[in-house]
């Protein structure tokens, strides 16, 4: 069975730039993920899909963050335009359900770093 | 809210040696409790779960019990090896969401 992928695995870019990212997750599986890990921090929610549809985005800052899942599998999600603030790792997790006892996958993680 | 409360790192042990890393949580209601692990260079990945208060969750030789009653799941493991070294999260699911802990980076020194 193939996880979940991200890609890039890095990206650098000058502030004020967008940047997008973009997972696919593990074939079957209706709950798709985007966390937001700081150094020395453990992961935190950022927005819930389940299937195309946004089930809780109250941690999204919409400011500047939009993602999306269109079809129901893979989701991309951006920053226009990017801080410093926003250099973290964005991990991109599924499941086959949101129940609490449907365990999570996660990708690998995006990199990003913002000067 | 729902907040999880990790042993603070980094932690480092001599190969064999017994380990224990704590984890209590606060939470309304009966969250589902986990425990992930992060190797260098990897995802995060589930190592062990309990669903119910006095579940054992075990997976590669690792332990954690669910106590309700002090609010905890501690992690153990009665012999750790080189290969254990990584950082580990604890987490605890409630309301569709899961809440992690800061992680605790363990090294284990041959």
């Known amino acids: 069975e193939a996880g979940v992928v991200q890609s890039p695995r890095y990206k650098i870019i000058e502030k004020k730039q967008p940047v997008a990212f973009w997972c696919n997750p593990i074939?079957?599986?209706?709950?798709l993920y985007w966390y937001l890990q700081n150094l020395g921090q453990g992961p935190e929610l950022l927005i819930r899909y389940e299937n195309e549809e946004a089930v809780d985005d109250s941690q999204l800052p919409k400011d500047r963050f939009s993602a999306e899942r269109l079809k129901g599998v893979d989701s991309t999600l951006k920053i226009q335009p990017a801080e410093l603030g926003d250099s973290a790792v964005y991990l991109c997790?599924?499941?086959?359900?949101?129940?609490?006892?449907?365990?999570?996958?996660f990708g690998n993680g995006t990199r990003l770093t913002v000067t | 809210g729902d907040s999880v409360t990790q042993m603070e790192g980094p932690v480092t042990l001599s190969e064999e040696a017994f380990l224990t890393i704590n984890c209590t949580y606060t939470a309304t209601g009966y969250p589902s409790l986990f425990w992930y692990v992060q190797y260098p260079g990897e995802g995060l990945q589930l190592l062990l779960k309990?669903?119910?208060?006095?579940d054992k969750g075990s997976n590669k030789g690792f332990e954690a019990t669910y106590r309700k009653e002090t609010t905890s799941f501690h992690l153990e493991k009665g012999s750790v090896q080189v290969s254990d070294s990584a950082v580990y999260f604890c987490a605890l699911s409630g309301n569709e969401k899961l809440t992690f802990g800061t992680g605790t980076r363990l090294t284990i020194i041959p």
């Open positions: 997790a599924s499941s086959l359900d949101a129940g609490t006892n449907s365990p999570l996958h």
């Open positions: 074939s079957g599986h209706n709950t």
């Open positions: 309990a669903t119910k208060a006095d």
